[in-house]
């Protein structure tokens, strides 16, 4: 079961230190897990690879903490939908910064936007 609670935080000792408090805050989003992430260090865009338990819940996390905070400096990609009993179960997908924020000051300052905007929403509660 994909449960931010039991998040085992001994595998951020493994995550790159410039991401680790986002890497850990995405983790922390009910039915949301992270599996894989890398900086970029100037060469590459940062991209953080995940789990959703269901298309529902990535629909709900992109509303939440990208499109309705307007960060255009990053994408989602969608890799694999698991589809079970003809219901989208599982949504394997990842997190992309701009091609154009691949600097080291420009993607340290979109993190810092995202870890900000993960704070703010946290605890914000659907109706």
Known sequence: MIDGKNFNRDILKEVDYEIVELVDLINQVDGIETTNSCFGHNE???QIYCIAKDIAT???FIYRFFYRNDLISFK????DITIDDKNWDKVEFVIESDIRYISFPCTQLIVGDLVHTFKEHMTYKES
Request: proline share 10%; net charge positive.
């Open 44 to 46: 590459a865009p940062l």
């Open 58 to 60: 990535l629909n709900k």
């Open 76 to 79: 989602i990609l969608i890799s």
